[in-house]
């Protein structure tokens, strides 16, 4: 089966504001990228489909979802990061709605895997308020659609912008049906996503923090994902994995503080890959959420495709140096934290 994909020019049409980091480049040197790239045979293009009242509603509030489309036509500063142009609501429900046929080609086996290489990002934007470049919360609503309209009762949402993705974990942190996990950088902005946030009520062990002071590098990721994640994951189980694949945290990007290589991401989307093959397979699907440097984030988004055709030379040479490194400090906190929810750390 090919990997799916969602990308278009329309995306390019999204003007967050003059000299805004988060500008329509970003996708035009990843669409220059993908046509040279030799795996692009291995894929195949979804059309496009806007999102509709009833599929934003289920994580948007009604109030949220006229302001935004109050800016139709217009360009408007709906806080001070997050700005609008003429057709940003128009291509922000573009963005929700073709993820959420990504993900239904998926689960219905049309596609192995896929990526949505969408504008504007999504992960900070809460039920009522649109931040952090954000308009719609895109991964929170192809979630909400696989639950509600799916009848799917357990996905994985995990997060691996250098940012932390509160809007969505704000969607969630109630529902025992999402399991969403967050690796990202602290002190940053939002400014949320401690180690202490496991979620409330039901959800109560659903939500895994993992803040990270700058400087990281790809084991450290790794051994996150490899000694944290992944036990836990196999224990809920889920039958689909969505992914807020911000690129930010690469070395060279200009907001993060990170050292990530495009191997780093190789090597976490392998890890995603062999859950997902023993509990659901071909259902991993990545948005597109961060990551400034253009030319960085065309070469880490082209070593996950990769990965997703079977290259994954780059990301086991990753993981077999992650295996052999000294894990982050912040590993054993988040493991003692977790260990009281989900019985998958001998000794703790």
Not at 88 to 96: D, K, P, Q, T
Not at 253 to 275: E, F, N, S
Request: proline share 7%; net charge negative.
């Amino acid at each position: 089966m090919p990997i799916g994909l969602v990308h278009d020019p329309i995306f390019q049409e999204h003007q967050a504001g003059d000299f805004h980091v988060e500008s329509p480049r970003r996708l035009e040197v990843l669409d220059q990228a993908l046509q040279a790239w030799p795996g692009l045979g291995g894929t195949v293009s979804l059309p496009l489909r806007a999102a509709t009242a009833e599929e934003l509603g289920r994580v948007h509030t009604s109030n949220h979802i006229k302001r935004i489309a109050a800016t139709q036509g217009r360009y408007s500063s709906l806080d001070p990061d997050t700005g609008t142009s003429p057709r940003s609501h128009e291509v922000a429900l573009l963005a929700a709605g073709s993820l959420i046929d990504l993900c239904d080609a998926a689960l219905e086996g049309r596609v192995q895997h896929g990526m949505a290489l969408v504008r504007p990002p999504g992960h900070h934007a809460t039920p009522e308020r649109a931040m952090g470049f954000c308009l719609f919360n895109n991964v929170a609503i192809a979630a909400a659609h696989l639950l509600a309209a799916r009848g799917l009762e357990r996905v994985l949402v995990v997060d691996w912008d250098v940012h932390h993705g509160n809007g969505t974990e704000d969607c969630f942190s109630r529902d025992e049906r999402v399991l969403y996990f967050s690796v990202h950088q602290s002190p940053m902005y939002p400014g949320t996503g401690p180690l202490a946030m496991v979620g409330s009520g039901p959800g109560l062990g659903y939500t895994m923090n993992v803040p990270m002071m700058g400087g990281q590098e790809d084991s450290h990721y790794l051994r996150i994902f490899l000694d944290l994640l992944d036990p836990v994951a196999r224990a809920f189980a889920p039958q689909f994995i969505l992914v807020s694949a911000g690129f930010d945290a690469h070395r060279e990007d200009p907001l993060g503080g990170m050292q990530l290589r495009q191997a780093g991401y190789a090597g976490m989307t392998k890890v995603l890959m062999d859950i997902a093959r023993e509990f659901c397979p071909g259902r991993v699907v990545l948005t597109l959420e961060g990551g400034y440097q253009p030319a960085a984030q065309a070469r880490s988004v082209l070593a996950v495709l990769n990965t997703f055709l079977g290259d994954t030379v780059l990301a086991d040479a990753c993981l077999e140096t992650a295996r052999q490194a000294k894990p982050p400090e912040v590993l054993a906190k988040a493991k003692a934290i977790m260990a009281k929810y989900w019985a998958v750390f001998p000794g703790l």
